[in-house]
T-cell receptor, first 114, second 113 residues
Framework: DVKVTQSSRYLVKRTGEKVFLECVQD?????MFWYRQDPGLGLRLIYF???????EKGDIPEGYSVSREKKERFSLILESASTNQTSMYLC?????????????FGPGTRLTVT | GNSVTQMEGPVTLSEEAFLTINCTYT??????LFWYVQYPGEGLQLLLK?????DKGSNKGFEATYRKETTSFHLEKGSVQVSDSAVYFC????????????FGTGTQLKVEL
C-alpha cells in the first residue's frame, strides 16, 4: 500500500515564525503536491513537484515556498507565518503517466497560527 | 478555466436511505473524473473514478456515471450506513494537464440511526 506521512497532525505557531511542514512518501512517486483545505473552499493547490529540485506554483502560492531535495520528501515552508495561513494542509503523491492520475493523500496537518 | 460544482451540505440521511450527491464540471479539455472521501480526522481517499464518457465508476456500494452530455458525475448509493458519514469531494483532471486535480468544495454527509 502507498503510504504518505506528514510530520505533524497538529501544529501551533506564532505570527512571524518560520514553519516547516514535512511530507514523505514510500512508493517512489515522481509527483508530490501540497494543498490547503478550508471550509467552503475545498482543496486548493499551493505547489507541486514533478521531480527532485523541480517545482511549479499552484493556484495559491503566495506566502509559501517548497523544497524537494530527495524524491520521497517534499517540504512546505511558511517563511513568516500569518493568521490567514491557519488551515489544514494536505500532502499527496502520484505516479506520472497513464489515463488517469490517482493521488494518494497523507492524513493532514492542522496548523494554527496565533 | 476548469471548475467543479458540488451540492452544498451538510446532507443528513437516515440509515438505509438512498444517497445522491450532485457534481457538475466545466473543463476546457476532456477530463477524467473522481470522487474522493475524507473520513473524520483523516486525509482523502480515492473512492471511485471514470476516465471517459459513459464509464461507470463503483466501489463500496457507491456508483457514479460520467455523463458528457450533461457534464455531470453524480455520486449515488442505494443504502447508506452510519459508517458512510464523511466529506465527499468531486474532482477532475485533464489528460496531459500536468497532474493537477481541480476539486469541488466538498459535501458533508451525516448518516443517523
Amino acid at each position: 500500500d502507498v503510504k504518505v506521512t506528514q510530520s505533524s497532525r497538529y501544529l501551533v505557531k506564532r505570527t512571524g515564525e518560520k514553519v516547516f511542514l514535512e511530507c514523505v512518501q514510500d512508493m517512489d512517486h515522481e509527483n508530490m503536491f501540497w494543498y490547503r483545505q478550508d471550509p467552503g473552499l475545498g482543496l486548493r493547490l499551493i505547489y507541486f513537484s514533478y521531480d527532485v529540485k523541480m517545482k511549479e506554483k499552484g493556484d495559491i502560492p503566495e506566502g509559501y515556498s517548497v523544497s524537494r531535495e530527495k524524491k520521497e520528501r517534499f517540504s512546505l515552508i511558511l517563511e513568516s507565518a500569518s493568521t490567514n495561513q491557519t488551515s489544514m494542509y494536505l500532502c499527496a503523491s502520484s505516479l506520472v503517466g497513464g489515463p488517469f492520475y490517482e493521488q494518494y493523500f497523507g492524513p493532514g496537518t492542522r496548523l494554527t497560527v496565533t | 478555466g476548469n471548475s467543479v460544482t458540488q451540492m452544498e451540505g451538510p446532507v443528513t440521511l437516515s440509515e438505509e436511505a438512498f444517497l445522491t450527491i450532485n457534481c457538475t464540471y466545466t473543463a476546457t479539455g476532456y477530463p477524467s473524473l473522481f470522487w474522493y472521501v475524507q473520513y473524520p480526522g483523516e486525509g482523502l481517499q480515492l473512492l471511485l473514478k471514470a476516465t471517459k464518457a459513459d464509464d461507470k465508476g463503483s466501489n463500496k456500494g457507491f456508483e457514479a456515471t460520467y455523463r458528457k452530455e450533461t457534464t455531470s458525475f453524480h455520486l449515488e448509493k442505494g443504502s447508506v450506513q452510519v459508517s458512510d458519514s464523511a466529506v465527499y469531494f468531486c474532482a477532475l483532471i485533464l489528460t496531459g494537464g500536468g497532474n493537477k486535480l481541480t476539486f469541488g468544495t466538498g459535501t458533508q454527509l451525516k448518516v443517523e440511526l
